[in-house]
Nanobody
Framework: QVQLVESGGGLVQAGGSLRLSCAAS????????MAWFRQAPGKERDFVVA????????YYADSARGRFTISRDNAKNTVDLQMNSLKPEDTAVYYC??????????????????????WGQGTQVTVSS
């Protein structure tokens, strides 16, 4: 069983930055894909960004590209999401997710919520205008 715990959410003004962190319970995430999704009130949970643990290869939603950066820390078993130039439409609960064997997934499958086995409880991000 893998446990994921998010932190770093909060309230920020438009144009500001936040850094989210996802701490994982496993000692190693070799061959895993780690991702961030977000869910705004009344909307579906959408893909934001993902990283293949082994290769470091990253995948970004169009809404995140150029503003958000995902990174991993092998020593700490954490995945961070640096969010810059935040907009009110970025307001959502942000979830960390993980799946084993994701190195073999296609770009399409990495962006699908159904591909992920493990989920954190989420952290609220609110961007005021």
């Amino acid at each position: 069983q893998v446990q994921l715990v998010e932190s770093g959410g909060g309230l920020v003004q438009a144009g500001g930055s936040l850094r989210l962190s996802c701490a994982a319970s496993r000692r190693t995430f070799s061959s895993y894909v780690m991702a961030w999704f977000r869910q705004a009130p009344g909307k579906e949970r959408d893909f934001v960004v993902a990283i293949q643990w082994n290769s470091g290869f990253t995948y970004y939603a169009d809404s995140a590209r150029g503003r958000f950066t995902i990174s991993r820390d092998n020593a700490k078993n954490t995945v961070d999401l640096q969010m810059n130039s935040l907009k009110p439409e970025d307001t959502a609960v942000y979830y960390c997710a993980a799946t084993f064997g994701g190195s073999y997934y296609s770009d399409y499958h990495i962006r699908q919520r159904s591909s992920y086995t493990y989920w954190g409880q989420g952290t609220q991000v609110t961007v005021s205008s």
